[in-house]
């Protein structure tokens, strides 16, 4: 991306509103308010279906969103601290420190002062979490490329494959709002708001090492450009300030809980040999090449021409020109979520904040010119990821 379509694609920051933040706030709200909507339509689908599917089948559909996998992980956390471990039979040891602590955090502060359960205030979070996350994809998509691609990109979003998690008690809502809200920040020049929310994406995922590379990269980016154009080293540093600030901020929220595994544990490697132990490890993708060498041809043709798509995808971003955060964060997100050597199952889980991907068929569905059109695609995708969502959930592997 050059240097004139990184100022062209980047929006000013708005002029101040003579009422202060809470008009704003809003009028945004009132802005939101459809794409809100959509995306409470498509997820109350997906559980309506996961209702009627379980009452069918004779199990129960709030014990697989609250009480399954990660879940219990988090929930175990919030009940009574770190410290709990499994050991297999082949040695092999799951510790909970693989699991990061802002939900089960928020788990143990909803249900100390609400009659809620841990399982119950963790869907509480993670539900009000997805209306936030559909909400800052939205502003994100609504700021570059209008109102009706905001609407679209959320809906997107709640239609992904595996959007059934953003159901669940896990941190995928609650990460991905703070990262469409960090980039949304970045867009218009709040650095400061952008550090601070990296550092509670940073105590909710590893994966927000993609959200700290957008910042680092989008500010190191800039001082260059503005060095290179004649301005001095001080002057640059000085009118960035705000800009270094957020950047030097972002990463603390992660480190910090590394720094604490490491303290506990007695191991400055330690996070990592906690990883290691869980299969999490980085490999630059040699078990997702092993996992495809291993598959019958027709699967593994399959599942080359999803990773081709997804490749594609990705070009197609570079070509939309989207905004450099917007991009490195996208980009990072998916290239993290194949180069590890974990459960190849929970692949497309974790690429789901990856929010970005979504930007070029949104902006496809938009140039239909019915609304119509797009709503029936939506329909039809929506309808199909409540269906793999229930069959998924009341199967017996893990997403």
């Known amino acids: 991306m050059s240097d004139h379509q990184l100022r062209t694609r980047m929006p000013r920051a708005p002029a101040p509103h003579p009422r202060g933040p809470g008009p704003r706030a809003a009028t945004a709200l009132r802005a939101a308010a459809p794409a809100l909507a959509v995306y409470a339509a498509v997820r109350a689908l997906g559980l309506l279906v996961l209702w009627a599917a379980g009452h069918a089948s004779g199990k129960d559909p709030l014990a697989r969103l609250a009480g399954r996998w990660d879940s219990v992980w988090y929930q175990r956390i919030a009940e009574n601290g770190y410290g709990y471990t499994v050991t ?22 909803i249900s100390e002062v609400a009659p809620l359960t841990l399982g119950s205030a963790g869907l509480l979070v993670a539900w009000t979490a997805g209306l936030l996350a559909a909400w800052g994809i939205y502003a994100v998509g609504a700021a570059l490329y209008g109102r009706r691609t905001g609407v679209v990109l959320a809906a997107l979003w709640g239609v992904y494959p ?75 540093l000085r009118r960035n300030a705000r800009m270094i600030a957020g950047v030097a901020l972002a ?59 997804l490749g594609w995808l990705v070009v197609l971003c570079v070509r939309q020109r989207q905004p450099l955060p917007l991009l490195v964060y996208g980009i990072a997100v998916v290239v993290i979520s194949l180069i590890g050597a974990g459960y190849f199952g929970s692949r497309p889980r974790l690429m789901m904040p990856a929010f970005p991907l979504l930007l070029p ?28 969502g229930a069959w998924t959930l009341l199967g017996a592997g893990p997403p």
């Open 88 to 109: 297999f039979p082949d040695g092999a040891a799951h510790s909970d420190l693989a699991f990061f602590p802002l939900l089960p955090a928020l788990e143990r502060g």
């Open 162 to 236: 595996t959007a059934f998690v953003q159901s669940m008690a896990y941190t995928e809502t609650l990460f991905t709002a703070l990262a469409a809200w960090a980039v949304y920040a970045v867009l218009k020049g709040r650095w400061l708001v952008a550090g601070a929310l990296c550092v509670l994406a940073g105590l909710t995922r590893p994966s927000a090492a993609a959200l700290i590379a957008a910042l680092a990269i989008t500010a190191a980016v800039t001082l260059v450009r503005e060095y290179r154009a004649g301005n001095g080293l001080g002057p640059v």
């Open 251 to 309: 990463p603390l929220g992660w480190l910090a809980y590394v720094v604490f595994v490491a303290v506990r544990e007695g191991s400055p490697v330690a996070y990592f040999e906690v990883q290691a132990q869980w299969g999490n490890s980085i490999d630059g993708g040699r078990a997702l090449a092993a996992f495809i060498a291993g598959l019958p041809l027709p699967a593994a043709l399959g599942l080359c021409a999803a990773l081709g798509l």
């Open 361 to 388: 068929p949104a902006a496809a569905l938009v140039r239909l010119r019915s609304a119509g059109r797009t709503a029936a695609v939506i329909a039809v995708l929506a309808c199909a990821s409540a269906a793999y």
